[in-house]
């Protein structure tokens, strides 16, 4: 898992639920917290990034895996 604090499986989401629940599980996480996220949405590539950034956190990896999109990231200041 990389060391990241918590992991997010959302394989079998349509958007915008993964975007979203990554969104709202950052929101939770103490600043500089890692989180995993799994998606299969075609859109999960972009979207994922942009909700991490639109909750002040920072992509730290992106990399697909077949229809599986796997993003790591830390959550922002509180």
Do not use: F, I
Not at 11 to 23: D, E, I, V, Y
Not at 28 to 44: I, N
């Amino acid at each position: 898992m990389s060391g990241a604090s918590r992991r997010l499986d959302l394989r079998g989401l349509k958007c915008p639920l993964p975007a979203l629940m990554t969104r709202k599980t950052l929101a939770t996480l103490a600043a500089g917290a890692r989180l995993e996220v799994l998606a299969d949405d075609p859109l999960a590539g972009l979207d994922l990034p942009n909700a991490v950034r639109e909750a002040g956190g920072a992509v730290l990896e992106l990399t697909r895996d077949g229809a599986v999109v796997r993003v790591v990231a830390t959550a922002g200041p509180d």
